[in-house]
């Protein structure tokens, strides 16, 4: 059985007080019942006029660790104790009688536009801070990067893995009715905030995929009534054409992992393959030579293997070859029909989207093809796009009815905490990008 995102919290913190003196740590292995209490203080302000952002910054903390499943907060109403001051000593006798395995709490100062932020992590039950108090500087526009800098250290040191809240999605914004919908890409925050718009709607656009980096994003535009790839500096939104034939149809594309070049797939007189470009020469070099329609190419992260999606035995199901080409061997044998894969950053499963039965499903399995696990299902779901730490999904899910539409979805690769992102508008084809530097 593949580890799950949610796990059960160890009942050494609930046993007696002589046995919960070992650290607070959450064990990603098993699936959890109840999440872990923890408290959140409003962070103290050090300089005048920091309150306001002292208040935000505590409570986008508490909302990001709650968003994950594995996180109960404990309402200030039944704290005991008060936080008045960041240096103070915490009064852990307090905290036990309500029940709080952690504490954080934090400070914020500002000098202008600039901002310092600091926190601390207790473990209530074993009366020790887990590390030293760190610190985050930036400004005080930035304060989101802020707080979710710190939930992010906070979510690291309680489950040994990389938190994921400090990080951008790029989607498919969608407007209009139905039968004339507009599309741009734009550009936010992991949680639905700071939208920005990085194309205009004049043209169709689809299928945006960031760089490892972060710092590039590639789509498909119908700009020139065919489609072609694009390349977006997202920094300073200027943008570059992937060089085709007339006649060729480019898309589905993906950086490869040091972003010097690029996989797509590629028709040409009826015939659709997956083609590789170097983005400095513009060589072009052809993956797969069949008759059948080979597409959605998604790389491993050691940059060797391709999964990608083939109708070759008829229907449509997932295959994965050497980067370099070469025969490829099919993962997928569950009934349905399989598409849009994508590798995890962890390497250790793929993502896809299933249709069976009159049903859509995201779901997951091992690179072998074996542990298939469906952890949607919906009228439509589909574009299954993976979290930094390989431990959370996003995807498109789309109503039924003359007004529904798509919106965007998290869940994590146990099948729980299923979320709706919250973004005015409709929503789809995510790409979820590195965390930020």
């Known amino acids: 059985m593949f580890k799950s995102l949610l796990t059960v919290i160890s009942a050494l913190f609930l046993a007696l007080p002589a046995i919960a003196q070992s650290p607070l740590r959450i064990e990603i292995t098993e699936g959890v019942i109840e999440p872990l209490p923890i408290a959140v203080p409003l962070f103290q302000a050090e300089t005048a006029g920091a309150e306001g952002l002292a208040s935000d910054i505590s409570r986008l903390v508490a909302a990001d660790l709650v968003g994950t499943g594995l996180f109960r907060e404990i309402p200030s109403s039944a704290f005991i104790s008060q936080v008045s001051n960041f240096g103070q000593p915490l009064a852990y006798p307090d905290w036990r009688a309500i029940n709080a395995q952690a504490v954080v709490t934090g400070a914020v100062a500002i000098a202008g536009n600039q ?10 039950f074993s009366g020790a801070e887990l590390g030293e108090g760190l610190q985050f500087a930036g400004t005080t526009a930035g304060w989101r990067r802020m707080g979710h800098k710190v939930a992010d250290a906070v979510y690291s040191r309680i489950t040994g893995e990389s938190g994921y ?24 925050d992991y949680d639905g905030a700071n939208v920005q718009f990085l194309t205009d709607s004049a043209a169709l ?3 945006p995929r960031f760089s490892a980096t972060g710092d590039r994003v590639l789509y498909t535009s119908y700009e020139s009534g065919f489609p072609r790839i694009n390349l977006l500096d997202v920094a300073s939104v200027g943008r570059r054409q992937l060089t085709t034939e007339a006649g060729e149809m480019a898309f589905s594309p993906r950086f490869s992992r040091d972003g010097a070049s690029v996989i797509y797939s590629l028709s040409n007189g009826g015939n659709t393959d997956i083609y590789r470009t170097d983005l400095s020469t513009g060589a072009h070099v052809r993956l797969t030579s069949a008759p059948s329609i080979e597409t959605a190419p998604s790389l491993s992260p050691d940059g060797t293997q391709i999964v990608f999606e083939s109708d070759r035995s008829g229907t449509q199901q997932l295959y994965i070859m050497s980067a370099n080409g070469g ?3 099919r993962i997928s044998f569950g009934q349905g029909r399989y598409g849009s894969p994508v590798w995890s950053p962890r390497g250790d499963l793929v993502a896809f989207t299933k249709q069976n039965a009159g049903r859509f499903h995201i779901g997951v399995m091992r690179t072998d093809g074996s542990e298939e696990r469906l952890l949607t299902a919906s009228f439509l779901d589909e574009s299954p796009t993976w979290a930094p730490n ?3 999904l996003m995807f498109t899910r789309e109503t039924q009815g003359a007004a529904g539409g798509p919106s965007l979805y998290s869940v994590d690769i146990s099948g729980r905490n299923l979320r709706q992102v919250p973004i005015q508008g409709f929503a789809s084809d995510a790409s979820w990008g590195p965390l930020q530097r």
């Open 205 to 207: 656009v689809l299928a």
């Open 390 to 392: 390989g431990r959370v």
């Open 115 to 124: 901002m310092t932020v600091k926190f601390r992590l207790y473990d209530v």
């Open 165 to 188: 809240f400090d990080s951008r999605v790029v989607y498919v914004a969608e407007s209009g009715p139905k039968d004339n919908r507009l599309k741009r890409l734009a550009i936010m």
């Open 327 to 329: 025969e490829p061997r």
